[in-house]
């Protein structure tokens, strides 16, 4: 049973239709209504209705037109739109553990036999949330998945509180730094490692790149803000080791600080304006019309206690990351190489500096 909680708008007692919010996005990104129309697949006259109801219970048009020109939107569609855009990236993985938590204690009240399940601990990424909603799809084994920073995933799979933990650690010399904090919670007599994808993790800035960042030195100067991620997830390790490469004291950073849960919402406070650049993956600036710069690659692997290596339900979930249709998933996002997902992986190949 899938269970899904999103956000519900309401504006002058009105509730907000979501395609209202696809349009404006479609129409950001395309310039043009009739594209828009055409990805949120409704009618001219429905979508030109809808604008028109929404400029009337706000008082000011949503999308400017202009011929020969496509369509752009107004200071106050803008608005609206990456409001959306930063509660949806700030809340959705936090909605999504409440639902899976909810999922669990309805079925179980539901069902009169106790059903086979397994509970994954994981660093939020599209690749994970692929798998999940394949396993959903094709499967009817009850994943419990929840999104939590890599090392936080890791102890908990360490403390028996998930039956795998994903998790990601960059390819290079700068694992040698980060490698120690997995590997004194992992074991390779204990443990299997799963690959789910490499990936591309890099500056992500506002489209056209208005403050001329060229690198991970260009965030000291006195103009830009940036936006972290927090302690204990993956992506600030990898930040963190990067920073002292190049010798930069975190406290000549604006906004060093300021800390976001996902890459979503990190992308997100760039697009509205309220940071300048943040370190993620390539796929979320691709979803929020960013520029990206790329500084590492890195592997995203699930954890398996080898104790589990012959479940049958793990078995499902390496099927999956194995099929055309996990690959289909991703084939669309930048920065993303699946040649490898689901293969067994060992701890020298996935933890070695080279």
């Not at 504006?11 to 950001?28: C, G, K, M, N």
């Not at 990104?29 to 009739?34: I, N």
């Not at 204990?232 to 010798?247: E, P, Q, V």
Request: aromatic content about 8%; charged content about 20%.
């Amino acid at each position: 049973m899938e269970i899904k909680l999103n956000f519900n708008w309401q504006i002058a007692q009105h509730d907000l239709d979501p395609v209202l919010f696809e349009l404006l996005s479609s129409i950001q990104r395309e310039g043009s209504l009739q594209q828009a129309i055409k990805q949120a697949e409704v009618s001219y006259r429905f979508a030109w209705g809808l604008l028109n109801k929404w400029q009337k219970i706000i008082g000011h048009p949503l999308v400017i037109m202009e011929r020969g020109r496509g369509a752009t939107l107004s200071a106050v569609g803008e608005k609206l739109l990456t409001s959306s855009q930063k509660l949806t990236a700030r809340f959705a993985p936090e909605l999504d553990n409440v639902a899976t938590q909810f999922k669990r204690e309805f079925e179980t009240l539901l069902s009169s036999q106790s059903s086979a399940r397994l509970a994954i601990f994981a660093s939020h990424g599209l690749a994970i949330s692929a798998l999940r909603d394949l396993l959903h799809q094709q499967s009817d084994l009850k994943l419990d998945l929840h999104f939590y920073g890599s090392l936080e995933s890791i102890r908990a799979l360490e403390n028996a509180q998930c039956d795998i933990a994903g998790f990601h650690i960059p390819i290079g010399h700068i694992a040698q730094t980060i490698a120690p904090h997995y590997l004194q919670l992992l074991d390779p007599k204990k443990h299997q490692l799963i690959y789910v994808v490499k990936r591309d993790q890099g500056l992500m800035v506002k489209q056209g790149n208005p403050k001329n960042i060229a690198a991970i030195t260009s965030l000291t100067q006195p103009n830009i803000e940036f936006i972290n991620r927090q302690k204990d997830s993956g992506t600030r390790l990898l930040f963190d080791r990067l920073l002292r490469s190049d010798n930069i004291n975190p406290s000549n950073i604006n906004g060093y600080g300021n800390e976001e849960f996902t890459h979503m919402a990190v992308a997100a406070m760039i697009a509205s304006g309220v940071a300048d650049v943040g370190f993620g993956i390539a796929p979320m600036a691709d979803k929020f019309n960013l520029d990206f710069i790329p500084l590492a690659k890195e592997h995203y692997c699930l954890a398996v206690p080898i104790s589990l290596l012959h479940d049958q339900h793990l078995t499902q979930i390496v099927s999956i990351l194995q099929s055309d249709e996990f690959k289909q998933k991703l084939a669309g996002f930048s920065g993303y190489d699946i040649s490898r997902s689901g293969q067994f992986v060992s701890f020298d190949e996935v933890f070695s500096s080279t």
